[in-house]
Structure formats: C-alpha cells, structure tokens
C-alpha cells in the first residue's frame, strides 16, 4: 500500500458567520469528504481539519480558507508505476464524481505527485486559446476576452520567465507573479488558470536599426499595426487569471510541474470548471455614509473582477453593505481592511460571505474598533495611498505616516499620498525609444490633470517633497469639510512668487512635506532668530562668483538645543539638527559660544517667506549610523581600481555573519539587539536565561525574516554592510572656527552605536579618510581627506566637519555633474544600451554576464538566496 496526501479546499455556500456555525460545516463535511475520497478507490482514508489559528482563540478571527488534509492509501497495479499517475486518476475519478457539477478543490503539494523533470526552457509552446478573466470559485471561469489565435509562449524556468508572442506583441511576467494555478482536471485541451497578482507587462517587439535583434517597447494597450484595440486597458488590467489551454495535456503537465519546483514547491489547485463568456460587470460610483468604507470598497473592485463576480445580484449585494455601514461605520472599515488584504493573497473564500462575518465579530468585540486611538502614534497620521500604473488603481488600507508641516495644519484625512509604478511595482523608466507616451499617460499625465475621483471626494494634484519625487510620487488633497482645497494649502505654505523655474517651485513647496518632528515654537524676532551673511571663498569661474562655504548650515545655541531635545521627547545628546523653520532649510550646528540670538541661519538657508510657520521642526538628528555600500559606490570604487577581491571578501564575510545568526545564540542575540527597539526585549538577558532564539519559533521567525531580508538587499542593492570602526554614516557641517585647512576634516564619532545614541564614550579620527555623498554618481563624489584633531571641535560628535577654507568647499565639489559643470548631458541613440548587465535583471532586454565586482557579487547573492529559500521552506514545513 502506498500513500498519498493531499488537501481538498472547501467553500460553504451559505454564510457561516459563527464559530458554531463553522464547526457544524467542518463536522458535515469531514464525513462526506471520507466518503467521497473512498468512492474514488482510496483506503484507510484520514480526514483532518487545518486551521491557521484555533477557531476558539477570542484573537481577531483571521480570513481563513477552510482547508481538509487528507492521508489515504492506494494498491498499486504495477510496481514501476510512479505516484503521479495514481494521483492524476485519483484527479480524474474525483470530476467524475461530482460531474457534472462543480467539484471542491484538490491541492496538490507532496513532491511525487509532479513530474521530476527539470529542463531549462520550454520554448514556442502553442495554445489552442488564451484568454482573461476571474474564477469566483464556483466552478465557473468567466472569460471577459480572448487572445487573437496565432501565438507562441516560451516558458524560461531557469529565470523564472514567461514570455507570450503575437501579432508583434509581447506579454511578460514572472513566475513571482503567479499567486495560485488552477487546473482543469482532464480537459483537452489542458485548461491551466494562471491568478496573478498583477497584470502581465506589455511590450511592442520592433526590430533594430541595424535589423540585427528586436527592441522590446513598453505599451500599455494591446493594438495591432492598424491601432485597433484588442483588448481594452481596465480589463486587462482587472482581469487577474489568465487562462491557457495547452494542445498537448502532457506537455502542461510537465511545465506546471517545473512551475511547482521553481517556485518553492507551490501547490497547485485542480477542479472541474467551466468556461463562460460574460461582459464585464458594471459597478456604479460608490458613495457610502462614511468614506473610509467607500475608500474600501472601492480599492477592492478596482483590485480585480472577482468581488464583483462572486455577487449573484450585485446591486443587492451593495444595498446588504449600506445597511451594514449604516449600522457601525468603524466596524464595517474594520472588517473591509481584512478582507483587502484577502483578496490581495488570493484566498479562496467568498468574500461576500467574509464581510458579514468579519463585520459581526467585531459589532460583539467592540474594544478592538476604535483603533486609531491607540495604533497611531502621536507624532504621525493615518493616510490613505494609492499606486497608479497604466492598467490600474491600486487603492492601499489607510497607512500610518510620520507628520509633516502640511500634515499637522490640515486634516489628513482629505489627504491622499500617490505613487506612479509598473504593472510589477518596479519603478517606471520612460524612455521614448522604449516606451510609447500611453504608458506615460495612463498612468501619470491623466491623473495630475484631471485627478482621482473615490467616492464623492476628488482629489486634485497639490504637490511634492524632495524625497517622494525621487521615488515617484506625490501628494494630493480632497474639498475638506472647512472647504479647504490644494490652491488654499498652496497659498498658506508661503510666498513663491520670486521663483520661475518649475522645478525649484515645486522644490521649495516640497519643504512642507519633508517628514519632520515638531519641536518648538521661535518667534521671528531678532532677538531669538537672526540671519547672517554667508562664509565665501574661492571662485566659481562657471557662474564668476565665489563658492558658497556655508551653504545650507546655519547654528544654534546649547539652550534652545537642550529645549528642542526635551520637545522630542528624549534625552540623547545631538551635535548637529536637520532643521525646516518658516522658510529655512538645512542644519543648524549647536554652537557652545552662542548666547544671543538662540538660532543664527545664513542667507543660503532662506528660501522663500512664510512668517505664518515659526514652529522648529526637525528632520533629522545627528547620531551613531551604520554604514553601508552599495551598487553605485562599489561601481565607483571598482573603476577607480579597487580589486574585485575586496568588495567579494566583504560580501563573503556579510554572508557568513547572517548564517551564524542562524545558529550562534551569542550572535543571534547580537543581531536582533541591533535590529529592533533595547525596549521590545533584552535580548542577551533572553539568552542568557535559557530560552534560545536559534531554535524558539517566534525569535527563530523573527531572524529568518531578518535574514532574507537583506538577503534581498545584498541581490538587488549590493548593500554590503562596514565594520561601525571602519566606516559611518554622517552629517555634513560646517568648521565655524576657522582652523581646519583645506582638504582636512574633523571626525569623532561614538564607539557603541548599538543604541543609535551619541555617548561621550567617542573616537577621534586621525588619519586618512574616504569620503563620499549620497547618492554617488561620478567618481568625483569619492574623495580622500586628512581627518585630524581639534580641540575647539571637540564638541561636534557623530558628524563630520568640512573646513570654511580652500579653493572650493569640499561638498561642493562632491556635487552631481550639472552642478559641477553647468552642462545638461543627454544621451544619443547610439550611446544608449542595446544590453544590460545580469545584475540589472532586466530579463525582458538583452542582458550580459557582467566580469565586474557587481556580476560576481550578484551571482553569488542569488544562489545563495536560492539555498537560503529552501532552508526556510524546509524550516516552516517542519
């Protein structure tokens, strides 16, 4: 007798809003499953429940699938018969049992009921129809709209790639962006349902100037030569299965298989489906009494189809989430948040049924509603988000941000943050050889001009911090109930009207976004605040005037410092302030000598007028950093000469010192000390008194996750960390005495950074010293310095002070190239790359195995995250 095992997915028709009610269901059917399983000619059958978490925890009931795990027994026929055939029968007999009708999912997850093959590639692989839609787990597919007939696909399980050709175009995504696969068992052609996460990326295939090789074009419609739309954008982008039906059965069976094994052993769902051709469903404005729900709501039918595909009357179905709404608004918010988020992991529940529940639990645990109360900290706000790509709107749960000047002055709640992504989240690279001016449109142009419409509120485009463009995206804000909108915000942040460059407009606006702590009120009076001249030197023969040496650094006394540390609420001592006030910006250094005024900014800090905010904000304090490399220094360093060897060596010890953490109590403590709050636990004193965090779960779960983070960080970053004696992360400031000479520096830094907190227990640098800016881009933005010592510095810790003489501030020098040399480089066509380094990972171009530091370095991060997945899988199984 041989065993199989596997799980079967069950989802009740009725609702089940009780644990009562939800016991009953699982008692039926664990009899009915055994004797379903018994019918298809299997013996000595266990049926058992899995619950995540025990349905009489009084926690929060999580989303949970209701899931049987069965062990049965099978007589093999014939001895050189391998388990997978005996579970494709077993798949077989099941559909028959339940034919016509929909069966229950079977999920197949133990590694002999795939084919054991392993082949780097299945190329041109042909499918009688692809096509798109939603399975809302009724045993039906609801197919919105079909491929034209003439393709190919080419399966690239060594990069875990799929890539599918036609009409000139090409769909790609990754097998990362497969959530779940369902098969339909023993259809021909092979029926395989792809539920991904987010939408395929579209690409034009065009030759070549030289006609040599095809250059992928970024689209974000799918239309032919004539520019006849095939499919249309919103539902290609809502349509999350992608169905293919695959000629031959046997060829699906064996990528699938392959799919299973590359991607961490994933299960696979297999039932009985049928296909039907159906519009897309209509979902009206939803306008519900209280936004939070409507914003909700909305984020869940702009996810995908399924929502609205699993109501048999959808008007009903919103009419049943008014009256719930009506009933208890905080509730309804509450429960929605849940079921967000499990609609994003793909669960297979009705989620209709999952709302009433959700909503129930918490009308009789009232005490777990009002959570903004006590889940937001004091200094931050709750703030909706939104991701726009050119196919969707990805509408997020409400996040908790740190304040603002803008966020303190205005009710958040009318206040949406924006992102602007690729389908796959990856940041959006136009580049017009590349990419056509719709995917620049759909997901950018259309929404600055004319705004997000969610709900009844319409947010309008207000503006950006420095920062938040960098990582593209921006701030919006609705009509508040004060009748306040963007232009009032823009008016009240300052006077502008001296600036005509669009950029540095929106700069200078994006100072009342910067994430700053509110300390101290500072009246603009003289005798609290004055502003001097800046220190100069040197010549700028670019612009014909002196450089800047004070650029952006101003000082303040030990007083007002010591006042604006007990504002923030700590006692850790701060040399230096990251500092917005009025229409300041820069660092104010504290100053022992410094009586009267309390704070002295230079005229470089001022930037624009805005007598209205008197409040120091701080965003940022000087203090014990670790230090970092990564891709853009070691490419620096690399060219300049340093050996491949060294950065390898680096890389090699990071990786070892992960690994011990693993399995070395001492280290394991260390680590966890260095990455979570000294108030969370005492981690030395856990270990110490016997409980070990190598081996307990939870700490065991805490540094796996810990692990593969920067895992992750050290493939796609190369954030290689550096001993705390051998290198930190600093501020800038400036030498207010006078002494340092050019191309000296004055370092003194805190010898314990464990705690993240200046101490007087300090070194003081007297040597050689490599310097460098964040972010590095030129081999400029390296330098060597003579870092010596000063007494009259000897109150500046945990920064780094930059003389006030020499032909050129050293800063300044250590600028990007436009600053440098007043000269806008733009790239020609022929300077541009046709290929693309393997550390890139740009799979959908041309790529190279790249000899440099990076390549290699990549290379080893990514096998070694391969066998570190496995480890953790292998762990969490057990």
């Not at 069950?10 to 664990?30: A, G, R, V």
């Not at 052609?189 to 690409?203: A, G, K, R, S």
Request: aromatic share 12%; net charge neutral.
């Amino acid at each position: 007798m041989n065993e199989l095992n596997f799980r079967i997915v069950h989802l009740p028709e009725k609702k089940l809003l009780t644990i009562d009610e939800i016991k009953t269901e699982i008692e039926q059917y664990n009899k009915k499953y055994k004797s379903y399983i018994k019918t298809c000619g299997l013996k000595n059958v266990i049926v058992q429940f899995l619950s995540v978490k025990n349905l009489e925890n009084v926690d929060p009931p999580e989303i949970e699938e209701l899931v049987f795990q069965i062990q049965a027994e099978y007589s093999p026929n014939d001895s050189s018969s391998k388990a997978s055939d005996y579970y494709k029968e077993f798949c077989k007999r099941w559909k028959q049992l339940f034919h016509p009708s929909s069966s229950p999912i079977l999920v197949l997850y133990e590694e002999n009921s795939f084919l054991n093959i392993h082949r780097p590639c299945d190329i041109a692989i042909k499918c009688s129809e692809i096509s798109i839609g939603v399975l809302p787990f009724d045993g039906i597919f609801y197919e919105y709209d079909v491929l034209p007939f003439k393709n190919k696909i080419n399966f690239y399980h060594d990069i875990c790639e799929v890539m599918i050709l036609f009409l000139g175009l090409k769909l790609q995504f990754s097998y990362n962006n497969i959530r779940n696969i369902f098969v339909n068992i023993d259809s021909d052609p092979c029926e395989v349902f792809f539920d991904l996460c987010n939408p395929p990326l579209i690409f034009w295939q065009k030759l070549s100037n030289n006609h040599s090789n095809f250059i992928d074009h970024r689209t974000a419609e799918m239309t032919t030569n004539d520019d006849l739309l095939i499919i249309d954008n919103d539902v290609f982008g809502r349509s999350n299965i992608l169905k293919l039906s695959f000629q031959k059965p046997s060829k699906a069976e064996q990528i699938i298989s392959q799919i299973h094994f590359q991607c961490n052993e994933k299960p696979i769902h297999y039932a009985n489906f049928e296909t039907l051709y159906e519009p897309t469903p209509e979902v009206r404005r939803l306008n519900l009494s209280h936004f939070g729900c409507t914003y909700l709501m909305t984020a869940m039918f702009k996810r995908n189809f399924t929502l609205a595909a699993q109501a048999k009357n959808l008007h009903s179905c919103l009419d049943e989430i008014k009256e719930l709404c009506q009933e208890n608004e905080a509730c309804l918010e509450k429960a929605l948040v849940l079921v967000l988020a499990a609609i994003d992991s793909g669960k297979i529940v009705n989620y209709w049924h999952e709302i009433e529940r959700q909503f129930r639990y918490y009308m009789s645990n009232m005490d777990e509603v009002n959570y903004r109360h006590y889940v937001v900290p004091e200094k931050c706000r709750l703030i909706y988000r939104v991701t726009l790509t050119p196919t969707r709107q990805l509408l997020w749960a409400p996040e908790i941000m740190f304040g603002n000047r803008f966020l303190r002055n205005f009710d958040s709640e009318y206040a949406l943050r924006v992102s602007f992504r690729d389908d796959n989240y990856s940041r959006l690279s136009f580049i017009a050889e590349y990419a056509d001016e719709n995917v620049f449109d759909f997901s950018i142009r259309n929404p600055m001009l004319k705004g997000i419409q969610i709900g009844d509120r319409h947010y309008e485009f207000l503006a950006w911090s420095n920062s938040q463009i960098r990582d593209h995206g921006i701030w919006m804000y609705a009509r508040d109930q004060n009748g306040k909108t963007f232009r009032d915000i823009r008016a009240w942040m300052g006077d502008f009207s001296h600036i005509h460059s669009v950029p540095k407009y929106m700069a200078r606006m994006g100072q009342c976004f910067s994430q700053t702590e509110d300390a101290i009120s500072v009246p603009l009076d003289p005798k609290y605040v004055k502003t001097e001249d800046d220190i100069e030197g040197g010549y700028d023969s670019i612009n014909g005037k002196p450089y800047c040496f004070s650029d952006g650094v101003g000082k303040i006394s030990s007083t007002l410092a010591k006042k604006v540390h007990d504002a923030l609420g700590h006692d850790k001592f701060c040399s230096a302030f990251q500092i917005r006030y009025e229409g300041y910006k820069g660092m104010l250094v504290i100053d022992p000598t410094l009586k009267e005024p309390d704070i002295v900014f230079r005229k470089s800090m001022k930037k624009f007028n805005s007598p209205q905010n008197i409040r120091l904000e701080i965003a940022r304090t000087s203090a014990p950093v670790r230090l970092q490399l990564n891709r853009p220094l070691i490419t620096i360093l690399n060219d300049l000469g340093v050996p491949n060897e060294t950065f390898l060596r680096l890389q090699e010890n990071m990786l070892l010192n992960l690994t011990d953490t693993l399995v070395v109590e001492k280290k394991a403590a260390a680590f966890l000390s260095s990455m979570t709050s000294s108030q969370i636990f005492n981690y030395k004193d856990l270990s110490e008194s016997g409980i070990f965090l190598t081996t307990e779960p939870f700490f065991r779960s805490l540094l796996l996750a810990f692990h593969q983070h920067y895992i992750k960080k050290i493939k796609s970053k190369a954030n290689i960390a550096i001993d705390p004696d051998k290198g930190r992360n600093m501020l800038g400031i400036l030498d207010e005495t006078g002494i340092l000479k050019y191309n000296q520096v004055f370092v003194q830094y805190t010898n314990d950074i464990s705690y993240g907190e200046t101490t007087k227990d300090t070194t003081i640098l007297q040597r050689t010293v490599l310097v460098t800016k964040n972010p590095c881009l030129l081999p400029g933005d390296v330098r060597k310095f003579t870092a010596v010592n000063v007494p009259e510095l000897h109150h500046c810790i945990d920064c780094i002070v930059f003389p006030q003489r020499g032909r050129r501030p050293h800063p300044n020098e250590m600028a990007v190239d436009y600053v440098k040399t007043g000269v806008n480089r733009h790239l020609g066509s022929s300077e541009k790359p046709r290929q693309y380094p393997d550390f890139m990972e740009k799979n959908y171009k041309a790529s190279y195995k790249s000899k440099k530091a990076l390549g290699k370095m990549y290379r080893i991060a990514r096998d070694y995250e391969s066998e570190a997945d496995d480890a953790c899988v292998t762990y969490h199984i057990k």
